[in-house]
């Protein structure tokens, strides 16, 4: 379901996996495969909780169920659907930046596949998080939406990134950052619905604004001038 086999790591791996990881990635944040594999071997008791809170909900149990893969071969409609519909604004934000769902790396380390799909999830309805949000994907848009990601479920990873795409900042976006996007997604994070209990791609063919409120989503500020 993840795509490669999973490697279970003993506890002293899990800990060289996540120390190498975490080094790389401080000095190259691009490497997409360093941050998910410090995500990976640091997440595993946020992934557990999340895991049994979607086993509560509904909704969730439908994805465990059905376990969707949000890759092009699955949401291409989007690009057919009306331009006020979650899934057409999905599609603009993916369209606009040329980013492709099947560029997401594998899972590789955890112990069960159920546990592997929940981190693939999360990994792969970051995009949907950015769209409903409204945040950009440059610096401070996708430190905002980390912040919201660790309110959603205390990845680790989450607050080291919030940490290190922060410290990249220059004054300036320093300044925009804690005064504006911060307390925003804090309270966005705290406010909304669960959001990895929720079904998206069932709901491409509703109204954005209407899902938004719906889900108790919180738009971004726009950015003072």
Same mark, same amino acid.
Request: aromatic share 6%; no cysteine; net charge neutral.
């Given at each position: 379901?993840? @795509?490669?086999?999973?490697?279970?790591?003993?506890?002293?791996?899990?800990?060289?996996v996540a120390v190498g990881s975490a080094m790389g990635a401080l000095f190259d944040p691009r490497r997409a495969d360093l941050i998910a594999a410090l995500g990976e071997t640091t997440g595993k008791p946020a992934f557990e909780r999340v895991l049994e809170r979607m086993k509560r909900s509904p909704e969730g149990r439908a994805v465990l169920l059905e376990r969707p893969r949000v890759i092009s071969a699955n949401v291409g409609h989007a690009w057919d659907l009306p331009e006020n519909t979650f899934g057409a604004a999905y599609a603009r934000f993916m369209g606009s930046r040329n980013f492709s769902p099947d560029d997401r790396p594998p899972v590789r380390f955890m112990d069960t596949d159920e546990l592997a799909y929940v981190a693939m999830r999360a990994r792969e309805v970051h995009d949907f998080w950015h769209t409903l949000f409204g945040l950009p994907t440059n610096?401070? @848009?996708?430190?905002?939406?980390?912040?919201?990601?660790?309110?959603?479920?205390?990845?680790?990873?989450c607050l080291l990134s919030v940490v290190g795409g922060t410290s990249r900042f220059n004054q300036k976006q320093r300044s925009l950052f804690f005064q504006h996007y911060f307390p925003w997604a804090v309270k966005a994070g705290f406010q909304c619905t669960d959001l990895m209990c929720v079904f998206y791609e069932q709901h491409f063919h509703e109204d954005l604004e209407d899902v938004q409120r719906k889900w108790g989503i919180i738009p971004a500020p726009v950015a003072p001038k």
């Open positions: 379901m993840t @795509g490669s086999a999973l490697i279970k790591l003993r506890p002293w791996q899990q800990a060289a610096l401070i @848009g996708e430190s905002a939406l980390k912040v919201i990601e660790f309110e959603q479920m205390h990845l680790p990873m």
